[in-house]
């Protein structure tokens, strides 16, 4: 059975402080016109969210309100998993869709990060972690994923001045995408390599996709 993406929609990628419903409705609909489907041919829906109940909106029921918009009865999957939540989402979809016999499942990722205070959003994060075991030892998110690093670049040789074409690469597709939060935004590998590292992370941002 072949499985493809045969839509996509997403909002922009910014500080808005819309409802999460609005910006869902939004890019839902954009990839239901790009696939050329109605709402009526999506069999199931999974769905990647991680703070909804802290951001100001205190909404728990994500499934509930995912089947109200939509005014349909399906099978409605959450899957949090932070940061690796759209791909975990896609992954899962794509297996339950083989087993399933399915032939359009519709995936959703949002958040509003920036709708929260930052020690908020700060102890959420860190749920996602071991509390115990991991970040009493001071192995929290930045320094597992230096750690995660730093053996891919000892076991297949690979510098900073690599890592950071793939911070590159990530700008050049941002200036040109309107809907990107560094839309327009000219970055060189120059002001990556040379003075600014924070250039290779992710900012926060209020998106749905």
Same mark, same amino acid.
């Given at each position: 059975?072949? @499985? ?40 199931? &829906?999974? &769905?990647?969210? =991680? ?31 932070? =940061? ?47 509390? @115990? ?24 040789? &690979? ?23 560094? #839309? ?10 040379? #003075? ?14």
């Amino acid at each position: 059975m072949a @499985i493809y993406i045969k839509g996509a929609g997403m909002t922009k990628f910014d500080v808005d402080q819309r409802n999460s419903y609005e910006r869902i409705y939004e890019c839902v609909n954009e990839a239901l016109d790009s696939g050329n489907v109605s709402m009526k041919d999506i069999e199931a &829906v999974f &769905v990647s969210n =991680c703070e909804p109940e802290t951001n100001g909106e205190r909404q728990r029921h994500t499934g509930p309100m995912i089947s109200s918009m939509f005014q349909k009865k399906m099978p409605i999957i959450t899957v949090p998993a932070g =940061c690796g939540g759209g791909g975990t989402a896609l992954w899962n979809a794509a297996e339950f869709q083989k087993k399933n016999n399915m032939k359009n499942i519709l995936v959703i990722g949002f958040e509003k990060l920036v709708a929260n205070l930052s020690e908020n959003i700060t102890d959420e994060m860190f749920m996602g972690g071991e509390r @115990i075991y991991e970040q009493a030892e001071g192995v929290i998110f930045p320094a597992q994923n230096a750690l995660i690093a730093q053996q891919y670049m000892l076991k297949y040789g &690979v510098s900073t001045d690599d890592l950071a074409l793939v911070a590159l690469k990530n700008h050049e597709n941002a200036f040109l995408n309107p809907k990107a939060r560094f #839309y327009g935004k000219k970055v060189t590998l120059d002001m990556i390599i040379g #003075y600014d590292k924070k250039i290779s992370c992710s900012c926060f941002s209020v998106k749905a996709v």
